[in-house]
């Protein structure tokens, strides 16, 4: 069972990028499949994540109009697509499979994650 992310990179702000998260070992279309994100320094953070059942999509509102999230069940990957980025962007960024977008332990913000992908760095710098 492996998530594997890949399209990592350094931009320009302003410019653009597709993170890749592709599956092996398991069916993707029966996980949600979220995006996550930790700054040198932060916290980690939940990005996006769009659902198994029905593509459902799901975004913080920092990156809403700016990031798209989408899935190739065929192809076991879901992408990030990246748009406008700015300094604020720059973390290592993982994908995850879980359960339902959001499912988190109970009284807590810590995510249920049944797999973590190793991360991909983007570095939005001028």
């Known amino acids: 069972v492996q998530l594997q992310a890949s399209g990592g990179g350094w931009v320009q702000p302003g410019g653009s990028l597709r993170l890749s998260c592709a599956s092996s070992g398991f069916a993707l279309d029966d996980y949600a499949i979220s995006w996550f994100r930790q700054a040198p320094g932060g916290e980690r953070e939940a990005v996006s994540c769009?659902?198994?059942?029905?593509?459902?999509?799901y975004y913080r509102d920092d990156v809403k109009g700016r990031f798209t999230i989408s899935r190739d069940n065929a192809k076991k990957t879901v992408y990030l697509q990246m748009d406008s980025l700015s300094i604020g962007d720059t973390a290592i960024y993982y994908c995850a499979a879980q359960p339902v977008c959001g499912a988190a332990k109970a009284g807590t913000h810590e995510p249920v994650v049944n797999y973590w992908g190793k991360g991909t760095q983007v570095t939005v710098s001028s």
């Open positions: 769009i659902s198994g059942s029905d593509s459902n999509t």
